[in-house]
């Protein structure tokens, strides 16, 4: 294996940068999301490659939460190979971020918002990465039981503890999201980042006021599943679930999603795309962006050329005009039921 050097100009398009709320922190407008493809069962020089191709792109960000993989937690551990195998010594470029609310170990601490399985987990991911700190942790959802004032608290102490720069909220509610960012403000560790799921077929952070509160209150905003874990690609236009696609494994893509009604919506969607000079998969992604109150988008990437696809959009968007995003939204009208 060659000792890995990144690119020189990686840094020279400064227009991918986005400031994340009122912070001092600057993120990709593309961030690498390492959900699924990094784990232990995925093929190990083929994460290298897209985590290090990212980098030479001005992808500094990667996304992590403790049970990704699969198996749960191996995406950090295959980060933290990568960050001591080839990228040790630019750690003060990265910006790493990790999450913990859901499903993790068995028994009743290794799930939800109490402060005991938060501080464990982020222990357990700092160990699995090989990092004294992350840049950002995470509440990775919301906890209806546990009280937000231990949830948040935990928080609080995590950054007073140095063991992370920041921290975020990821699929609160809109009344406890607005709750936590006068909390944790209060005690001068304020909220840098909500965390939210934004692509053209569920705009649920645009409906619930999420998107603008974020933005009036001064907190980044950064949206997930952009291409709709798929759906928003060429995989599925025929009408067929290709062997090895995420729809074909079951699980957070299911088949039933792919109505006619669903199909319909994507072969008008791809006709728009290709009048634009794009894929599918790249006008969505520019959707997103487009939102001056997201500071970036996460995307999940099984190959070296889908993650060449979106490093086009990163570096040469192309601006939406009034028509092109009213036809979107006329195509894109959906009942909850269509929500992938």
């Known amino acids: 294996m060659n000792p890995y050097q990144p690119y020189p100009d990686r840094y020279a398009d400064t227009a991918i940068y986005r400031r994340c709320g009122k912070s001092g922190v600057l993120l990709p407008r593309i961030s690498l999301g390492l959900w699924k493809n990094f784990g232990a069962e995925n093929h190990y020089e083929t994460a290298r490659t897209m985590v290090c191709m990212a980098f030479d792109q001005g992808i500094t960000h990667f996304d992590l939460a403790n049970n990704y993989g699969p198996p749960y937690g191996s995406a950090e551990t295959t980060f933290g ?29 290794g799930n939800w918002g109490s402060r005991k399985y938060l501080m464990a987990s982020l222990d357990q991911s700092l160990e699995r990465m090989g990092l ?28 007073r503890r140095g063991k992370a720069l920041y921290v975020g909220i990821s699929r609160w509610p809109l009344e406890a999201f607005s709750y936590g960012i006068d909390f944790l403000k209060a005690r001068d560790v304020p909220c840098l980042i909500y965390q939210g799921r934004l692509n053209l077929l569920d705009r649920e952070p645009v409906n619930q006021g999420i998107l603008s509160k974020a933005e009036e209150s001064g907190v980044g905003f950064i949206g997930f599943s952009p291409l709709a874990q798929g759906l928003l690609t060429d995989r599925y236009l025929d009408g067929t679930i290709p062997k090895g696609s995420r729809m074909s494994l079951g699980g957070t893509l299911r088949p039933s999603v792919l109505t006619p009604e669903m199909l319909a919506k994507l072969h008008a969607l791809e006709v728009l795309a290709r009048e634009r000079g794009e894929k599918l998969s790249q006008m969505a992604l520019s959707w997103v962006m487009q939102h001056q109150a997201v500071t970036s988008a996460i995307v999940g990437v099984s190959s070296v050329h889908q993650l060449q696809e979106a490093v086009k959009v990163l570096h040469a968007p192309i601006p939406f005009n009034k028509t092109e995003l009213q036809l979107i939204d006329d195509i894109c009208l959906y009942s909850n039921e269509d929500k992938p």
């Open 132 to 159: 004294d700190y992350v840049d950002l942790f995470y509440i990775h959802r919301y906890d209806p039981l546990t009280p937000l004032d231990e949830t948040l608290m935990a928080l609080v102490d995590i950054v």
């Open 81 to 109: 190979r990568i960050l001591r195998e080839d990228l040790r010594s630019w750690r003060d470029e990265l910006f790493v971020s990790t999450k913990a609310g859901y499903d993790m170990w068995p028994g009743p601490y």
